[in-house]
């Protein structure tokens, strides 16, 4: 088992400058979308996952989010996306097509429902790809083993309707561009735990899945 986290760390040494540019750096983009929706929602939750993955690997990591819109001067400088919220997401077409543009051209989303996205969201990726829908990614996927073990799958952080969560995804090429995380609430694991009392061990686990998906940009 060690000797396959050691590979998986060194082959990640060789493969990152794929991400990491001049600073030597992987870096996240939350994107500032328009809608009334709270897109700076869970402050502290990237900073702690980027912390951890700082300390859990050997990934270099900038420890501060950048906040992108879509088609700005910072946009195009990053190619790992994150966004989040409760309510509305609104793009405008030329953002709408700027988009899809880098999904398809080596980028990834990841969207997390932070309870309240999910109907907006789901609306967006449709106009965005109205060839593609979202399908539900199995526990088996290299997402849940690339270096923490997630039999189940996804899981559960944070209660708000009393369903299951669900890992879903965009495929390109047979390579997931877009995952959305629904039911789940990730952003809420990684924030601060006095914020919303998650237990420890949810805490970290969602800790362990973010850098589980960052991994997988990185060597996918």
Do not use: C
Not at 20 to 49: C, T, V
Not at 95 to 100: A, G, H, Q, T, V
Not at 142 to 148: A, D, L, P, T
Request: no cysteine; net charge neutral.
């Amino acid at each position: 088992m060690k000797l396959k986290l050691l590979y998986i760390i060194l082959f990640i040494g060789f493969v990152m400058p794929k991400e990491i540019q001049s600073e030597n750096l992987f870096k996240i983009s939350r994107i500032h979308y328009s809608g009334g929706g709270d897109w700076y929602a869970d402050p502290s939750s990237l900073p702690n996952l980027l912390n951890f993955i700082s300390q859990k690997t050997d990934i270099k990591v900038q420890l501060e989010e950048n906040v992108v819109k879509v088609g700005d001067n910072k946009f195009n400088e990053n190619n790992y996306y994150y966004m989040t919220g409760h309510g509305n997401i609104k793009l405008e077409q030329k953002e709408k097509n700027i988009l899809r543009s880098k999904l398809l051209n080596g980028a990834f989303l990841h969207a997390d429902d932070n309870y309240g996205l999910d109907k907006s969201f789901r609306k967006l990726m449709k106009e965005i790809f109205p060839d593609k829908s979202l399908v539900e990614i199995p526990p088996s996927h290299e997402i849940f083993n690339i270096f923490y073990k997630f039999p189940n799958g996804l899981p559960k952080i944070h209660e708000h309707n009393n369903q299951r969560p669900q890992a879903l995804g965009l495929f390109h090429k047979g390579k997931l561009i877009v995952l959305y995380t629904y039911e789940s609430d990730l952003g809420d694991g990684w924030e601060d735990i006095k914020v919303h009392n998650v237990p420890v061990y949810k805490h970290e686990e969602a800790l362990k899945m973010g850098t589980n998906i960052i991994i997988y940009f990185l060597t996918s």
